[in-house]
């Protein structure tokens, strides 16, 4: 699993509260990446970084911030969550080592 | 731009008979191809990857994929299904800067019926 956890699991929030997901890795790796999973849409990438304080819009982008005061952290913030947000989140990481994508769990959220 | 196309969105197979999941790419240049794997309310799981070096590639659990440049195709393919392939499987491809980006299909489920 390349020591990826995803917190929380699972989230039920309403309709304009914000909301932050947390990814954390414990294997120093430079690059990660948060993706949104809905039926029909594989995942989509939301945000990725590059390093600390280096982030980057992804294709779906909008609605969502995201920051990395270090390198194991990296948040998914939902300014003011949507209906359309209720989706289920993965992170990622990149080894460069093995040029191989590794997810974690996946955090399902529901915006009511 | 890249892109990828999953033929298929549901295959049905029975247990013990050959499975083809079908993938077509677009990319301007040569990419690094992917196959994860999902079973139900689980995460993803690399199960192989081409990278340009042999064509075909064999993964984890007895599947295998062949990259055929003529015809941008990268189909996922296993001799004999088993009840535990049961799962959403996703053909991906690589995005063109350095900086990891997938492209993923849109998946297709696998059913595997006893």
């Known amino acids: 699993d390349a020591g990826i956890t995803q917190s929380p699991r699972h989230k039920v929030t309403e309709t304009g509260t914000p909301v932050t997901l947390r990814c954390h890795q414990t294997?120093?790796?430079?690059?990660m990446y948060w993706y949104r999973q809905d039926p029909g849409h594989g995942l989509r990438l939301i945000h990725y970084?590059?390093?600390?304080?280096?982030?980057d819009k992804g294709e779906v982008s909008d609605g969502y911030s995201v920051s990395r005061s270090k390198t194991e952290d990296f948040l998914l913030t939902l300014e003011s969550a949507t209906s359309s947000q209720t989706s289920v989140y993965f992170c990622?990481?990149?080894?460069?080592?093995?040029?191989?994508?590794?997810f974690g769990p996946g955090t399902r959220l529901t915006v009511l | 731009a890249q892109s990828v196309t999953q033929l298929d969105s549901h295959v049905s197979v029975s247990e013990g008979t050959p499975v083809l999941l079908r993938c077509n790419y677009s990319?301007?240049?040569?990419?690094?191809l992917f196959w994860y794997v999902q079973h139900p309310n689980k995460g993803l799981q690399l199960l192989l990857k081409?990278?340009?070096?042999?064509?075909l590639v064999k993964g984890i659990n007895g599947f295998e994929a062949e990259f055929k440049k003529s015809e941008t195709s990268f189909h996922l393919t296993k001799p004999s299904a088993h009840m535990s392939d049961a799962a959403e499987y996703f053909c991906?491809?690589?995005?063109?800067?350095?900086?990891?980006?997938?492209?993923f299909g849109q998946g297709t489920t696998l059913q595997v019926k006893p």
């Open positions: 991906v491809v690589s995005g063109s800067s350095n900086t990891g980006k997938l492209i």
């Open positions: 970084s590059y390093g600390v304080k280096d982030t």
């Open positions: 081409y990278t340009s070096a042999a064509t």
């Open positions: 990622a990481i990149t080894d460069r080592g093995t040029d191989t994508q590794y």
């Open positions: 990319s301007s240049y040569s990419p690094s």
């Open positions: 294997e120093n790796h430079r690059y």
